[in-house]
């Protein structure tokens, strides 16, 4: 009796340690098993909403299983990414993360989330670089002369952009104090009327999407003079880098990264970040990005990681140092 008491026992016990294994290695084999959701911080038409939809077009066709955008705006990208914080961390609600992502918590006094604890890190999709363009009139070839002319002018020369706090008015701002000089910055409801000022004369400077400028720059309405990304566009090859023009390690640009919730499964971050770096290396997608001056990137999460931190951490210094008020 104590002998069958025993067996029992330890089968018992088997069963147990089988089971507690068992839904790991099914998340392993069977992620995705239903619809997955991305979660765009925007309203639907914009650049983050398009790779977005690009991408869930791709998993979809990869995976079998409907991946679908949806589109949460509002409260400079707060709304939006609060509501990923906040999902079951299953893999099955992610963020499509833009470049706000790392400027917001310096800019809003009480964020609902906290960006370092409360989200999973999983790849960086693409980047777009900014281009430094200048209105015809202004007597600068180069970032050299740019340089030069803010210094014999301090406070003289101006530089737009779409809004207080954005992409494009920190460029200039991290301009300003790389290079030392003293710019005004010039706030527009949007980055459209900011452009067509740059064209018309009203304004000297934009620190612009590459997207929007290069049909600008190829008609000679605009001249551009260095790209912000480390490494030279693939959009504008010929352009040289901020970097290069000696404003060694500037870096300012647009991006997309894809991130879940806190405590994201493992398997189902290793499964979205080897997909979405095979996706982003394809001819097809990879040939488009570049026309549209965008570069593919689909790093490892460490990468991603990586570049979460140090964005945070540079754009908390240029808001302080620029003197940009919280909201």
């Given at each position: 009796m104590n002998n069958l008491l025993h067996l029992i026992s330890i089968n018992v016990v088997t069963i147990f340690i089988i089971g507690l294994?068992?839904?790991?290695?099914?998340?392993?084999?069977?992620?995705p098993s239903k619809t997955i959701r991305l979660i765009v911080p925007f309203a639907a038409g914009g650049s983050t909403d398009i790779i977005a939809r690009v991408l869930?077009?791709?998993?979809?066709?990869?995976?079998?299983?409907?991946?679908?955008?949806?589109n949460r705006p509002g409260g400079s990208t707060v709304i939006g990414t609060d509501v990923v914080a906040k999902s079951a961390p299953d893999g099955y609600t992610l963020l499509v993360t833009p470049a706000p992502f790392t400027i917001v918590p310096s800019l809003i006094?009480?964020?609902p989330y906290d960006p370092n604890r409360d989200f999973e890190p999983i790849t960086l999709i693409n980047t777009t670089p900014l281009v430094v363009v200048v209105n015809p009139g202004v007597p600068a070839k180069s970032i050299k002369d740019l340089i030069a002319l803010a210094k014999s002018k301090p406070?003289?020369?101006?530089?737009?952009s779409s809004g207080s706090g954005g992409s494009n008015h920190l460029a200039g701002e991290l301009f300003n104090a790389m290079a030392n000089v003293s710019t005004v910055h010039i706030p527009y409801k949007g980055n459209a009327p900011a452009l067509a000022d740059l064209v018309g004369g009203h304004v000297d400077i934009l620190f612009n999407g590459l997207t929007s400028a290069l049909p600008l720059i190829k008609t000679g309405k605009v001249r551009a003079l260095a790209v912000t990304s480390l490494k030279r566009s693939?959009?504008?090859?010929?352009?040289?880098?901020?970097?290069?023009?000696?404003?060694k390690g500037f870096q300012a640009v647009a991006w997309n990264g894809l991130t879940g919730p806190a405590r994201t499964p493992k398997d189902a971050v290793v499964k979205l970040t080897n997909e979405i770096a095979?996706?982003?290396?394809?001819?097809?997608?990879?040939?488009?990005l570049k026309r549209?001056?965008?570069d593919p990137v689909g790093s490892t999460t460490a990468e991603y990681t990586s570049f979460l931190s140090s964005e945070i951490?540079?754009?908390?210094?240029i808001i302080e140092k620029a003197g940009i008020k919280s909201l």
């Open positions: 294994h068992y839904p790991s290695n099914a998340i392993a084999q069977t992620y869930g077009q791709k998993l979809t066709e990869s995976w079998g299983q409907q991946v679908i955008v949806d006094k009480k964020l406070g003289v020369l101006n530089f737009g693939q959009g504008l090859p010929e352009m040289p880098t901020m970097d290069e023009a000696g404003l095979r996706i982003m290396k394809s001819p097809e997608l990879s040939e488009h549209e001056g965008s951490s540079k754009w908390k210094g």
